[in-house]
């Protein structure tokens, strides 16, 4: 069955270090993959979408990679301040109406001062 | 621009009664998704709709839930009769684009349900 995998619940940083977030699949092949920000008692928050033909994405202090052969993609956090303490999630998107998205479990990210 | 709306932010119910959920989205957006997620767990789809017409139900439990999308606008999400297992957050999301497109989804704030 198909499966996402973030590599850990929670991931606890020294500001100023960069984060990296790992997100695996199996038995998918995504068009598309996503990455969201999810504050306490909020709605998920897109931050960032690669297309299965590019390998790394920017936007400001994030960056994402896209491996298809390895069934990865990294997320990272440059220059990460306490503002960035939340819960990151992937997201797969098959890239045709009848496939199905599929949400990881999300890793809890602390960046302590 | 206005952001995706949900009603009611929290709901408490007792096994066994009926609750409805509802979701405007944003203005032009073709594709809403409604989402269940359980405390510690990413969000499930439940219900994909493009326009008004239902793309992807494959989830959704239909002895129980059911879901509409009316003019192709608002959405509700009924759950009849409720059981313990149902307690989370009902997330509604929509997007501009078509389904499997690669949009982005903007969500709403979400409804708790606690089943009690």
């Known amino acids: 069955s198909q499966k996402i995998e973030q590599n850990s619940e929670a991931l606890n940083i020294q500001e100023g270090k960069t984060a990296t977030l790992t997100c695996n699949y199996t038995n998918y092949s995504p068009a598309y993959l996503q990455w969201y920000r999810q504050d306490p008692g909020r709605g998920p928050v897109f931050l960032l979408l690669?297309?299965?033909?590019?390998k790394e994405k920017r936007k400001e202090r994030l960056k994402v990679t896209f491996d298809t052969t390895l069934k990865q993609s990294l997320f990272h956090i440059t220059a990460s301040q306490p503002a960035d303490s939340a819960t990151y999630l992937c997201a797969l998107d098959g890239g045709s109406s009848a496939s199905k998205i599929i949400f990881g479990s999300g890793t809890r990210l602390s960046i302590r001062p | 621009e206005a952001g995706v709306a949900q009603s009611p932010r929290y709901k408490i119910i007792e096994k066994r009664q009926s609750v409805a959920f509802w979701c405007n989205p944003i203005s032009g957006h073709a594709t809403l998704y409604w989402y269940q997620q359980i405390l510690g767990q990413g969000p499930k789809l439940l219900i994909q709709f493009q326009n008004n017409g239902v793309v992807d139900d494959s989830q959704l439990p239909k002895d129980r839930f059911s879901a509409e999308r009316l003019k192709g606008v608002d959405s509700t999400l009924k759950i009849q009769p409720a059981k313990l297992e149902d307690s989370a957050v009902y997330l509604c999301a929509s997007s501009l684009g078509l389904a499997g497109a690669g949009y982005e989804q903007y969500f709403g704030p979400g409804t708790r349900l606690t089943v009690t």
């Open positions: 690669i297309r299965e033909n590019e």
